[in-house]
């Protein structure tokens, strides 16, 4: 019998829905799952309310630790042949509970010498924050097997319009019934159930070494060059807003409060105006970074992790 344990946070459901279509395929008489849904001390809302939302972003993006409740104690009682982490990008950065339980012990005894498969449900921009969530697996000793990446196929401007009516009323419809619904779209979600037989297929030879590849054939990772650019040039300036506020004083002071403020007016500039100007410096520079860029599709696709 070979044992997985499923190890996920998920604020709206989606992410629920997703392994859930993985695991109808994964699961069999030769495969016994179990699941560990991480839990804050303090909840997050749901739908979220403006300063709750913007109030977690130096924390998340400074990868900051929150309490979460203890897990089950059985949940330490078997060693697992297969970890499956599901996670969310706040801030192009793992989420907090997710980055709370991969510099947690139960993270450091659960994924220890354990083959690890991430999937990562997200709006668009999510090389960065895997590569986050590499760099933690790794100082666990984890061994990272392979990634499914499942996103907002729309254009960036609209799932930022769809994404901010969705997690501020908590509906996932057409906002005016003239946009597209938010966040991964029903047929994908519905669909992610192919990639538990091939996991199943390598989890039963004991033997992973191929599996990120055989995932690929399956379109398990679609790696976009200009949103890795982008993604890259936020980390930067996302680095600078974070650290100016954490400086101001704790959550909910009104000087951290104030600044907030300003990196919410940034964050549309940067949208709006630095966004579509980072776009045309991609596209006046892509013939020259040819090989560069085919270089980052074929790593970012992978499961390799650059040691920094």
């Known amino acids: 019998m070979k044992e997985v344990l499923i190890v996920y946070y998920s604020q709206t459901g989606q992410l629920t829905r997703i392994l859930e279509r993985i695991s109808e395929t994964l ?9 560990a849904r991480l839990q804050p001390e303090t909840p997050f809302p749901f739908p979220w309310d403006k300063k709750s939302f913007f109030g977690v972003f130096p924390e998340t993006f400074l990868q900051k630790t929150i ?3 203890p897990m089950d104690d059985s949940v330490f009682q078997k060693k697992y042949d297969l970890v499956i982490l599901g996670y969310q990008v706040w801030y ?11 510099k947690s012990k ?14 990562n449900a997200s709006r668009n921009m999510w090389t960065q924050a895997q590569e986050k969530v590499k760099q933690l697996l790794s100082g666990l000793h984890a061994n990272l097997v392979g990634n499914i990446v499942l996103v907002d196929r729309h254009i960036n401007h609209v799932s930022v319009i769809t994404i901010v009516h969705w997690m501020f009323s908590g509906k996932k419809d057409r906002k005016w019934g ?9 047929t994908d979600i519905e669909q992610a159930s192919r990639f538990g037989g091939t996991i199943k ?3 039963l030879k004991s033997d992973f070494s191929d599996l990120q590849p055989a995932l690929l054939k399956q379109g398990a990772v679609t790696v976009k060059p200009f949103l890795v650019l982008a993604d890259q040039r ?12 954490a400086k101001k004083g704790s959550s909910g002071s009104s000087k951290r409060d104030k600044w907030l403020v300003f990196f919410n007016y940034y964050l549309l500039f940067a949208i709006w105006i630095i966004a579509p100007l980072v776009f045309i410096v ?9 090989h560069s860029i085919k270089n980052q599709k074929r790593y970012y696709a992978s499961v390799k992790t650059k040691h920094i």
Do not use: M
């Open 92 to 102: 192009l950065t793992p989420s907090l509970p997710i980055n709370s339980f991969l």
């Open 201 to 203: 297929k390598f989890l």
């Open 282 to 290: 991609f596209l006046v520079s892509y013939i020259p970074r040819y």
């Open 178 to 186: 003239v946009f597209p619904k938010p966040g991964v779209s029903e």
């Open 234 to 245: 936020a980390n930067i300036l996302f680095g600078k807003w974070a650290h100016l506020i």
């Open 106 to 119: 139960a993270a450091a005894r659960l994924l220890k010498d354990t083959p690890v498969i991430t999937v």
């Open 27 to 35: 699961k069999d008489e030769q495969v016994s799952l179990r699941w």
């Open 67 to 69: 309490p979460l409740a």
